[in-house]
């Protein structure tokens, strides 16, 4: 962005008030000169020669930041030891790329891009624009063919009628049982929804959760949030577990940093723990919470990738405890090739969730997670060996949402 100063003021001083020889009285006198002098005719030419460099250069003003210049947005702070997360191959190195469109903490993957960007934590340092790629040992062969997606019947007259009510309660600004009647349809397997009303419902939904959850306001009757008063010697880090979610998403929603907190101010908690529902046959992720009666609450969606030749287990997983490592390195365990915490060819990206199996299905599963990708290509797509991916974007609100040992992944065709 071009800054321009004070502009300047020219003082014209004359040398002499007497008439050179054989000037005329008119040139002395105060009226204008008839002509153009030469200072009209290069200011003239100055202005527009400045014109045409402005034209000439904004062709081109697609605002773009290289992976270099990331390095100078922020750094990221080393919290995480070196991990050996998950079994993913190396991908395509983290080369120079524009970053990922800017969308609104809460909004829905499906709906239209908004103007607003609201990230959590800071930008990978690059790495002075060296972009070399591994060795070629370093990389697998990826299938990116997509999964066949789930084909459902039109909505039952049931559904119709409860998808009628639930839109109606919305429309009315009765946004806590909407949002109830609404989910009811989402997580009842028999509820019959055709997919694009289905669509419809977590469009909707996503939009409504942008007040009732991702906003500060507590809303009167929402059973999943509440004010919670301050007090004296309080910390955000010991008020966060007992309502089972992750501290950092109680200072995103109340945009108040950990160490800004003040006795005697209240602030939004959300009753926690968040879960997560993936549908491999939509590449989708469905992120809820269950309110006191036990009914899942819809709060919004992602887009994940998945294992190649469909080799994402599915069945019932929790969020490991203690497993959440931001910046995380990782060892390839096909090549034996390392990826340091820092370094910008790592494939499993900035962030990783262990899982851990639960039922008959999946407790002999093991080096499964949560990640994100320097693919981004690969998102919606059977690109892993079976972990689950997550754009940038996405992987940081994933991440400061789910709990550890608290949070269930559940997934299914």
């Not at 050996?84 to 609104?104: F, I, M, S, V």
Request: aromatic residues 6%; contains cysteine; positive net charge.
């Amino acid at each position: 962005m071009a800054h321009t100063g004070q502009e300047g003021q020219l003082n014209m001083v004359l040398s002499s008030q007497t008439p050179r020889a054989g000037s005329s009285r008119q040139y002395m006198s105060s009226r204008p000169r008839k002509g153009i002098s030469w200072r009209w005719i290069a200011g003239i030419g100055f202005v527009l020669g400045l014109m045409f460099l402005v034209w000439s250069d904004g062709g081109d003003n697609t605002n773009r930041i290289t992976a270099p210049d990331q390095a100078q947005a922020g750094v990221r702070p080393d919290q995480s030891a070196g991990v050996n997360p998950g079994q993913e191959p190396a991908n395509t190195p983290r080369t120079t790329r524009e970053l990922p469109p800017a969308k609104e903490l809460g909004a829905s993957r499906t709906t239209a891009p908004v103007v607003d960007t609201i990230r959590i934590g800071d930008v990978r340092p690059g790495t002075g624009g060296n972009t070399t790629p591994p060795p070629a040992s370093a990389y697998t062969e990826i299938d990116h063919t997509p999964a066949p997606r789930a084909t459902a019947g039109p909505t039952s007259a049931q559904a119709g009628s409860k998808l009628t009510r639930g839109m109606n309660m919305i429309r009315e600004g009765r946004l806590v049982q909407g949002r109830r009647e609404l989910s009811g349809l989402l997580f009842t397997e028999d509820a019959n929804l055709s997919p694009l009303d289905a669509q419809t419902v977590r469009d909707t939904l996503s939009s409504v959760n942008k007040h009732l959850v991702f906003s500060d306001e507590v809303v009167p009757g929402d059973p999943i949030a509440e004010s919670y008063l301050v007090q004296s010697g309080d910390y955000l880090s010991r008020i966060a577990p007992r309502y089972n979610v992750p501290y950092q998403f109680i200072e995103l929603i109340n945009r108040t940093p950990a160490n800004r907190l003040q006795a005697g101010k209240k602030i939004k908690v959300i009753k926690g723990p968040f879960h997560a529902r993936i549908s491999k046959s939509n590449y989708r992720m469905d992120i809820f919470v269950n309110d006191p009666d036990g009914q899942p609450l819809y709060i919004r969606s992602f887009t994940v990738g998945l294992g190649k030749t469909d080799s994402t287990p599915m069945g019932s997983f929790i969020v490991t405890p203690n497993s959440k490592v931001k910046n995380p390195s990782w060892r390839n365990p096909r090549t034996g090739e390392f990826f340091g915490k820092d370094d910008p060819k790592n494939p499993i990206g900035e962030y990783w969730l262990a899982l851990k199996g639960t039922d008959a299905n999946t407790e002999s599963a093991t080096g499964y997670g949560i990640h994100g990708t320097i693919d981004p290509t690969s998102i919606g797509r059977q690109a892993s060996m079976g972990c689950i991916r997550m754009s940038d974007i996405d992987i940081e609100l994933i991440y400061h949402m789910l709990e550890g040992g608290g949070s269930t992944v559940r997934i299914t065709w």
